[in-house]
């Protein structure tokens, strides 16, 4: 087992913060960021790029727990200090609709070496971090998930989805929009500067959005690519309102002339109005020599298709889960939240791990909101914690959960109300992987 709270006679689990080159816990963090590219197959990193992603990884004020073996390892092969499982955290807002925000733990770089896997270190790291994040005042856990099969035994259900797709912007692309701003091209670095700035009006209009980390600027703005290197290929446009304030940018890439058709990929698309969005896409449906547009990490609920004069220019592929939650609080989750529509609803949640498990009645009169506890209470729905982070956003209905056997509906329509109550003002969707 691997509770950070208690050392066991095969494994020792150590958690400390992503620290500055000066801090004695620095080589521990080299070495946790080494096994996390192992656990993800990456190619082995330079001390430079580590030092980078370390520097990154100290402005998002990280928490990295390492799993480490006591025994001495045999000859040649890795030394102790390198983990044999890593964890990490964040702490961010979660935009949870109608400009309401909920501290979220944030959970990534989940990783166990093969040689130790299935020898319970996963259940230990995260049943203890949940634990203790609901100490720490948390309603609420996500994860982004490599496998769909993994998380939700700990009590994460899919909360929003995402697509990619592929648009032609050849003739019959145009857009039904008359600009109110303008589009001008800018040295992508700005975006270094920019880039959180716009993210954080995007954010703050998106329900399921939650902040994002300090790799998204340099990635974005081309400082930085994924393996450390400058990323030449990256362009810019920014996006002007009518007041002159940038509220929006796209950054993308040309594929090359190999890739035909010949195709401009989107790196990042964020804009926060909707005359933006469409400006945007305008400008990237002008750029000459250029067959297609595609957009790997693109929304499912997307106003592009609609405003197209064809909306079959867009082709959209590989529909898949994106943000995963955990209810640990259900008063505080609840509470948390602004309801589309009035209501009064008795929940009883299952909770296999205990956190969230209870009967509670959500009342919403004119946007006042209360949460009460009703031990024992007759149930209008039933749920597993899992479906409640599902149903959380609003992005998946519980009355496709019912119809799924997930949900157990006691009152007739009670599930198309919770549909109605959990509704948002916009589509969620999450821009934000971690
Ligand atoms: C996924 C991973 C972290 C699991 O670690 P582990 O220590 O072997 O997991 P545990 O032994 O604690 O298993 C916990 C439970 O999850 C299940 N499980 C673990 N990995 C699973 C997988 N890939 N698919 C389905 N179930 C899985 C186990 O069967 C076990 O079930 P149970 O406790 O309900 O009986 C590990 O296999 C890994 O590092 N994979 C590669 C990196 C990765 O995918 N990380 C996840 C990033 S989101």
Redesign the pocket.
């Known amino acids: 087992m691997a509770d950070p709270r208690e050392t066991t006679e095969k494994y020792t689990i150590k958690r400390f913060r992503s620290v500055g080159k000066e801090d004695p816990d620095y080589g521990q963090a080299r070495e946790w960021l080494r096994a996390v590219g192992f656990?993800?197959h990456d190619e082995q990193r330079s001390d430079e790029l580590i030092d980078k992603i370390l520097a990154m990884y100290q402005a998002d004020n990280r928490e990295l727990t390492g799993v480490y073996v006591n025994d001495e390892p045999p000859l040649h092969a890795l030394n102790p200090g390198f983990p044999v499982?890593t964890f990490g955290t964040l702490e961010n807002k979660l935009n949870v609709g109608y400009g309401r925000e909920l501290p979220t733990r944030q959970i990534t770089a989940?990783?166990?070496?093969?040689t130790?896997?299935?020898?319970?270190?996963?259940?230990?790291m995260m049943t203890a971090d949940l634990a203790d994040a609901k100490d720490d005042g948390f309603a609420m856990a996500a994860?982004?998930?490599?496998?769909a099969?993994?998380y939700g035994?700990f009590g994460f259900g899919v909360a929003t989805f995402e697509r990619s797709i592929k648009v032609d912007t050849g003739p019959k692309f145009r857009i039904r929009h008359e600009p109110v701003g303008r589009v001008e091209i800018a040295d992508p670095r700005v975006l270094l500067e920019l880039a959180p700035e716009v993210f954080e009006r995007v954010h703050h209009r998106t329900p399921g959005s939650i902040v994002r980390q300090d790799a998204y600027r340099h990635q974005v703005s081309g400082a930085m690519n994924r393996e450390g290197a400058e990323d030449k290929a990256i362009k810019c446009a920014l996006h002007y309102g009518p007041n002159a304030t940038i509220d929006g940018y796209v950054s993308y890439k040309f594929a090359g002339w190999d890739t035909k058709p010949y195709t401009v990929e989107v790196v990042d698309l964020v804009a926060s109005t909707d005359e933006a969005y469409l400006e945007l896409w305008q400008f990237l449906g002008s750029i000459d020599l250029v067959d297609q547009v595609s957009w790997a990490d693109a929304p499912v609920e997307d106003p592009l298709a609609w405003a197209l004069v064809d909306g079959r220019c867009v082709t959209a592929s590989d529909y898949r889960d994106m943000l995963w939650l955990r209810v640990l609080d259900v008063p505080a989750a609840l509470s948390a939240r602004r309801y589309g529509a009035d209501g009064r609803l008795v929940l009883q949640v299952h909770d296999a791990l205990g956190f969230a498990d209870g009967t509670w009645e959500l009342a919403s009169d004119g946007g006042l909101v209360t949460v009460t506890e009703v031990p024992g209470g007759n149930p209008d729905l039933s749920m597993d914690v899992t479906d409640l982070g599902s149903v959380y956003l609003g992005a998946v209905s519980p009355v496709i959960l019912a119809s799924a056997g997930r949900i157990r509906e006691h009152s007739p329509g009670a599930a198309l109300a919770a549909q109605h109550m959990f509704a948002v003002e916009r589509p969620a969707h999450c821009l934000t992987h971690f």
Not at 116 to 124: D, Q, V, Y
Not at 143 to 147: D, I, K, N, V, W
């Open positions: 656990g993800f499982a989940v990783t166990v070496r093969g130790h896997r299935r020898h319970g270190i996963l259940r230990g994860l982004t998930a490599s496998e099969s993994i035994r």
